[in-house]
C-alpha cells in the first residue's frame, strides 16, 4: 500500500533530493497520518489442499487422537531401554544444540531487526591543539612585515541524537521478517527432535533385530550340525552316501558364514546409536550388547485426519514461517521507493580553554528533521522488489512441496504397515509348516524313506523364513515408527503457549519462538 506523503522537494544533487519542511505543523501531520503505513503485501497463509481422509487402511485397532501417544510415542512399545535411550539423545544430540543454537541466532537478529525502531545516541569527546598562520602584519614604524603563529586549544563533549522515523514500515516489515524467521528456526529445531527420535528407535530396533537374527542362526547352525553327525554316521555305517556327508557339511558352513555378517551389522548399529548420544562409537557395547527382543508394539497410531499435519508436523510450520518471512521482505524492499524522514540533533559543550570548558556559557545545540529521497539508482530498487516477489514465490512452492512429501510419507507409511502385518502372518504360518518339515524329513531320512536332499531343503527353507519372520517383526516396528515420525511425533505442542506465540490462520496452529 502506498501512504500519504506531504513535502517540499528542493533539488541540491542529482542522485538526492533533500526536502526542507516549510512548517512544523505539516511535518506532524504527515508523521501522524503516515504511522499506520507499511508498504507491501500483507501475509497470507497459504492455501493447504489436503484430502479429509487418508487413502491408506488406518492401523488396527484403531484409537482417538491424543496428543500425549504422539509427544512420547515410543513409550508404546514399553522398553526402558528404548526410552533411556530417547532422553539421553535428547540431552545430549549435537545435531539438536547445534539446532537450538541456531533459535538464538534468530532471536538475536530479532532484536537487530527490533532496534532500528528506536533512536540512536552516540557520546562523544574530543581534545584538539592546533597552530596556524595569521595574516602578515607591520611593526611599529610600518617597515617590516612578519607572520604570526597562533595556537589554540578545543575542547568538546556532547551527545549525538538521531532517529529514523519508519513511516513506510520498512522497519516494520524487517521486524515481521525477523519473527517469521525465528519461528522458521524454532520448527527446525522441532524437526531435529522428530527426526532423532525416529532415528534413535529405528536404530535400537535394527540392534535388536540384528541379535535376534543371530540368535536364530545360531540355533539353525546348532541343528545342521546334529544332522552332519548323524549323516557322518550313518555313512560310516554304510547307510548313506559321501555326497550327503558333504551337502550337510555345506549346509553348516554356509549358515556359520552368515553370522559373522550379522554380529558385524550388530556393532555397527550400537556405535551408530553411540554417536546419536554423541559419545564415542564404542561407549555402549557393553551395556547394549546382551541380547533383547525385538520392540514391538499394537500396530496403532494416533493418525488423526491430514488436515492435523499442518499443526503437528515441524517442516510443514518451518515452511510456511519461510513464505510469511519472504512477503515481509518484499515490504522492505518496497520502502526504499519512497523518502527516509529522519530527525537529529546534538548537544554539548565547546570551549578553547580547559578552564571555561565546563561553564554554561560554553553548551551548544541543535535539532532538525531531514528527509532524503533517492530518485534514481538504475533500477536497483525495482529490481531488488522483483527478486524478493521471486524468492516468496520460491517459498510457496517450498509450502506445496513440503505437504505433499508430508502426506505421502503418511500414506506410504499406513500401506506399508498394513501389508507388512499380512507378511508377517504368513511368514509365520510358513515357519511353523517348516519346522514340521524338518522333523518329518529328519525322522523319514533315519528311517530309509527318503533321501538326505529333502532334509537339507527343509532345514533350509526353516532357517529361511524364521530369518524373514524376525526381519518382518523388526519391519512392523520401524514401520510403526516412520508413521509416528511422518505424523509430527516426538515433541509437545505445550510448547505453544511459552510466550510470544502467535496464532496461525489454521485452526489450533500457532508458533511459539522459545524452546524449552
Request: glycine share 6%; aromatic share 8%.
Amino acid at each position: 500500500m502506498t501512504c500519504w506523503r506531504c513535502y517540499v522537494l528542493k533539488v541540491s544533487h542529482p542522485s538526492l533530493v533533500q526536502i526542507r519542511w516549510v512548517l512544523w505543523p505539516g511535518f506532524l501531520l504527515c508523521l501522524i497520518m503516515a504511522a499506520g503505513c507499511a508498504v507491501g503485501p500483507d501475509f497470507k497463509p497459504p492455501e493447504a489442499q489436503v484430502p479429509a481422509v487418508w487413502a491408506g487402511p488406518a492401523p488396527l485397532p484403531a484409537i482417538t487422537p491424543a496428543e500425549k501417544d504422539l509427544t512420547r510415542w515410543w513409550a508404546v512399545f514399553d522398553d526402558n531401554m528404548l526410552a533411556s535411550l530417547v532422553e539421553q539423545a535428547v540431552e545430549s544430540n549435537l545435531d539438536l544444540k547445534f539446532a537450538e543454537a541456531r533459535v538464538r541466532q534468530a532471536r538475536a537478529a530479532r532484536g537487530i531487526a527490533e532496534s532500528f525502531l528506536g533512536p540512536t545516541l552516540d557520546a562523544a569527546a574530543s581534545y584538539q591543539r592546533s597552530e596556524a598562520s595569521v595574516s602578515p602584519t607591520t611593526d611599529a614604524g610600518g617597515l617590516n612585515e612578519r607572520t604570526v603563529r597562533v595556537t589554540t586549544n578545543q575542547y568538546f563533549a556532547g551527545f549525538d541524537a538521531a532517529w529514523e522515523l519508519d513511516l513506510f514500515g520498512g522497519v516494520r516489515r524487517s521486524i515481521e521478517a525477523a519473527d517469521a524467521d525465528l519461528r522458521a528456526s524454532v520448527e527446525a529445531r522441532r524437526d531435529v527432535l522428530v527426526t532423532l527420535t525416529a532415528e534413535v528407535a529405528r536404530n535400537y530396533i535394527d540392534l535388536r533385530a540384528f541379535q535376534q537374527r543371530i540368535a536364530i542362526a545360531q540355533q539353525n547352525l546348532q541343528a545342521q550340525k546334529h544332522s552332519a553327525k548323524l549323516t557322518r554316521q550313518r555313512f560310516e555305517g554304510g547307510f548313506a552316501s559321501g555326497l550327503d556327508v558333504a551337502n550337510a557339511e555345506a549346509q553348516v558352513a554356509t549358515t556359520a558364514a552368515v553370522i559373522p555378517l550379522l554380529e558385524a551389522s550388530a556393532r555397527q548399529t550400537i556405535y551408530s546409536l553411540s554417536v546419536l548420544l554423541s559419545r564415542a562409537p564404542a561407549t555402549l557395547v557393553q551395556e547394549l550388547a546382551p541380547a533383547l527382543a525385538i520392540p514391538t508394539a499394537p500396530p496403532s497410531a494416533p493418525v488423526g485426519v491430514p488436515s492435523d499435519l499442518l499443526r503437528r508436523r515441524p517442516d510443514i510450520r518451518q515452511a510456511e514461517a519461510g513464505v510469511h518471512a519472504a512477503t515481509a521482505r518484499i515490504g522492505v524492499a518496497e520502502a526504499d521507493l519512497f523518502p527516509r524522514f529522519m530527525i537529529s540533533g546534538s548537544i554539548g559543550l565547546r570551549a578553547s580553554d580547559l578552564g571555561s570548558w565546563l561553564d554554561w556559557t560554553s553548551r551548544l545545540w541543535n535539532i532538525g528533521p531531514s528527509v532524503t529521497w533517492r530518485v534514481f539508482d538504475m533500477g536497483r530498487v525495482r529490481s531488488d522488489i522483483a527478486q524478493r516477489e521471486a524468492l516468496q514465490v520460491q517459498s510457496l512452492i517450498v509450502f506445496q512441496k513440503t505437504l505433499l512429501n508430508a502426506l505421502q510419507e503418511v500414506e506410504a507409511a499406513l500401506i506399508a504397515l498394513s501389508k507388512e502385518q499380512e507378511h508377517r502372518k504368513a511368514l509365520g504360518d510358513a515357519v511353523a509348516f517348516n519346522r514340521k518339515a524338518v522333523d518329518l524329513s529328519i525322522r523319514l531320512y533315519t528311517e530309509g524313506q527318503t533321501d538326505f536332499l529333502n532334509v537339507l531343503q527343509a532345514q533350509r527353507a526353516l532357517f529361511l523364513t524364521q530369518d524373514a519372520l524376525a526381519q518382518s517383526t523388526q519391519t512392523i516396528s520401524t514401520n510403526l515408527v516412520a508413521l509416528y515420525k511422518a505424523l509430527g511425533g516426538g515433541w509437545d505442542t505445550q510448547e505453544e503457549g511459552q510466550g510470544g506465540s502467535q496464532p496461525s490462520s489454521h485452526a489450533g496452529l500457532s508458533h511459539s519462538p522459545t524452546f524449552p
